[in-house]
């Protein structure tokens, strides 16, 4: 589980650059398409951290 979340953490800041700056989109395409990414990286990024290791040493 974990491992899918970062693939695709990192899959969606690589789709977000390419976006941003080889795909040639202008406008609303290119604002949709940075929205998407971008909820797929802050979904992934929440899934990481509800599904971190949890230290019993800390209290």
Known sequence: MRALLW???AASVLANV??????????GL????????GAVLLGSAVG?????PRDRARV
């Open 7 to 9: 693939l695709l953490l």
């Open 48 to 52: 990481l951290w509800l599904t971190r």
């Open 18 to 27: 390419f976006i941003s700056t080889f795909a040639g989109w202008t406008g």
């Open 30 to 37: 290119r604002v949709a398409g940075s929205v998407c990414t």
